[in-house]
């Protein structure tokens, strides 16, 4: 499974990739305001930042909810580098300009997808990647992982090549748990993917061994 950060904090994309298991990284508007980007040219200078920090996929996410808004903004945003993930909603015009993007080579990630079909289409777009956010659907008591296993079950039924981005990833476990059912990418924030390091019987066998040496 690909690892993707959750985040537009470079010191965290940083540290993410120094720990040599980061495959790329997902932004979106709300993670670019949290770090102060404002402007059409600064958040263009912050993508292009962070694709030389990391060496996969960037989404870098359409603010325009109209079919020409969209693929105008979407052109712009693949120009900036080759790294570059159009991310673009699950709307009616979002999925126009999915196939659209798919048709002209450049790569997508459609996000805020919260149902099986909304994968579907996703997926019969051309979708690069589509975006299933299971924390936000377990934030009102339903099972965010279900829509993974049933979108799992979809794209292989059919072949679709839509690689499956967990997405609003809250902890270690939806991390496991996706891993499990299949995911291909789970996108986290930092302290997701550093919890996976700790065990407290790993503590206490290195200060043993320390101990002893
Ligand atoms: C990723 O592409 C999404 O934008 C992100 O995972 C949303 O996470 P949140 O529900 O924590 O805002």
Same mark, same amino acid.
């Given at each position: 499974?690909?690892?993707?950060?959750?985040?537009?904090?470079?010191?965290?994309?940083?540290?993410?990739?120094?720990?040599?298991?980061?495959?790329?990284?997902?932004?979106? *508007?709300?993670?670019?305001?949290?770090?102060?980007?404002?402007?059409?040219?600064?958040?263009?200078?912050?993508?292009?930042?962070?694709?030389?920090?990391?060496?996969?996929?960037?989404?870098?996410?359409?603010?325009?909810?109209?079919?020409?808004?969209?693929?105008?903004?979407?052109?712009?945003?693949?120009?900036?580098?080759?790294?570059?993930?159009?991310?673009? *909603?699950?709307?009616?015009?979002?999925?126009?300009?999915?196939?659209?993007?798919?048709?002209?080579?450049?790569?997508?990630?459609?996000?805020?997808?919260?149902?099986?079909?909304?994968?579907?289409?996703?997926?019969?777009?051309?979708?690069?990647?589509?975006? *299933?956010?299971?924390?936000?659907?377990?934030?009102?008591? $339903?099972?965010?992982?279900?829509?993974?296993?049933?979108?799992?079950?979809?794209?292989?039924?059919?072949?679709?090549?839509?690689?499956?981005?967990?997405?609003?990833?809250?902890? *270690?476990?939806?991390?496991?748990?996706?891993?499990?059912?299949?995911?291909?990418?789970?996108?986290?924030?930092?302290?997701?993917?550093?919890?996976?390091?700790?065990?407290?019987? $790993?503590?206490?066998?290195?200060?043993?061994?320390?101990?002893?040496?």
């Amino acid at each position: 499974m690909k690892f993707f950060i959750d985040t537009a904090n470079l010191a965290q994309i940083k540290e993410a990739q120094e720990l040599g298991v980061l495959d790329g990284v997902t932004t979106n *508007p709300s993670l670019m305001a949290k770090e102060g980007i404002k402007g059409a040219a600064n958040i263009k200078k912050h993508y292009v930042d962070i694709c030389n920090i990391v060496t996969g996929d960037v989404s870098a996410e359409v603010i325009g909810t109209e079919f020409s808004e969209m693929v105008k903004e979407g052109e712009e945003l693949a120009a900036l580098h080759k790294q570059i993930v159009v991310k673009v *909603p699950m709307i009616r015009d979002g999925v126009k300009a999915i196939k659209y993007f798919t048709e002209k080579g450049i790569r997508t990630n459609c996000t805020l997808v919260f149902s099986a079909g909304q994968a579907l289409l996703a997926a019969k777009a051309g979708a690069t990647y589509v975006s *299933p956010f299971i924390g936000r659907l377990d934030d009102v008591s $339903t099972d965010g992982l279900r829509l993974i296993d049933d979108i799992r079950i979809i794209y292989d039924n059919y072949g679709y090549e839509t690689q499956i981005l967990a997405a609003s990833v809250r902890h *270690p476990m939806h991390i496991i748990d996706c891993a499990k059912l299949g995911a291909d990418v789970a996108t986290c924030p930092l302290s997701a993917i550093v919890a996976l390091l700790n065990h407290p019987l $790993t503590d206490k066998g290195v200060a043993q061994f320390l101990a002893d040496a």
